[in-house]
T-cell receptor
Framework: ETGVTQTPRHLVMGMTNKKSLKCEQH?????MYWYKQSAKKPLELMFV???????ENNSVPSRFSPECPNSSHLFLHLHTLQPEDSALYLC?????????????FGPGTRLTVT | AQKVTQAQTEISVVEKEDVTLDCVYE???????LFWYKQPPSGELVFLIR??????QNEISGRYSWNFQKSTSSFNFTITASQVVDSAVYFC??????????FGTGTRLLVSP
């Protein structure tokens, strides 16, 4: 595998379900990010991890819970979501979040909350 | 505050036409970077270019070229002799430090045969 991978690619869940999104980067980067992409809205940064430490939580509701066990893996745990949380969730990585490095993105998980 | 504006929501061209995608940014920082990303239907954002605020030289990469003008706070992207495979949503983004990449709303480019 190369680049940034995300699983699953598609997910349908009910509002009472608990699920997790997984992201893995094979680029040797130290920073990882979660973004939310909704229709007709700019990409919204959700969380930033640098060297496994969370350095940014962009006022994200607690029903979204990130986890970064090491620099290569990032999870987004989901519980009691709302229909408005339906979106494309993108994971990205970069060399370091403290500088102006370009970010490399995964293909995203298309989430539908019913 | 940092902001990126891509006023063109959607552009349609016929193959082999040249097309320019506009990007206007706002920031009070003197050090910043500008980026362009391509998002094909598969969903993955593909990095195209990064420019820093101190380098106003235009850049050309194959059929792609970028025009950075600090005087008008613009970083426009031109595709020469467009192809169907260029059909995608293109995002301009601004990074002023503090870990945040601020994206525009994107321009959808449709290239028809």
């Amino acid at each position: 595998e190369t680049g940034v991978t995300q699983t699953p690619r598609h997910l349908v869940m009910g509002m009472t379900n608990k699920k997790s999104l997984k992201c893995e980067q094979h680029l040797g980067h130290n920073a990882m990010y979660w973004y939310k992409q909704s229709a007709k809205k700019p990409l919204e940064l959700m969380f930033v991890y640098n060297f496994k430490e969370q350095t940014e939580n962009n006022s994200v509701p607690s029903r979204f819970s990130p986890e970064c066990p090491n620099s290569s893996h990032l999870f987004l745990h989901l519980h009691t979501l709302q229909p408005e949380d339906s979106a494309l969730y993108l994971c990205a990585s970069s060399q370091d979040s403290a500088d102006y490095y370009e970010q490399y993105f995964g293909p995203g998980t298309r989430l539908t909350v019913t | 505050a940092q902001k990126v504006t891509q006023a063109q929501t959607e552009i349609s061209v016929v193959e082999k036409e040249d097309v320019t995608l506009d990007c206007v940014y706002e920031t009070r920082d003197t050090t910043y970077y500008l980026f362009w990303y391509k998002q094909p239907p598969s969903g993955e954002l593909v990095f195209l270019i990064r420019r820093n605020s101190f380098d106003e030289q235009n850049e050309i990469s194959g059929r792609y070229s970028w025009n950075f003008q600090k005087s008008t706070s613009s970083f426009n992207f031109t595709i020469t002799a467009s192809q169907v495979v260029d059909s995608a949503v293109y995002f301009c983004a601004l990074h002023t430090g503090f870990q945040k990449l601020v994206f525009g709303t994107g321009t959808r480019l449709l290239v028809s045969p």
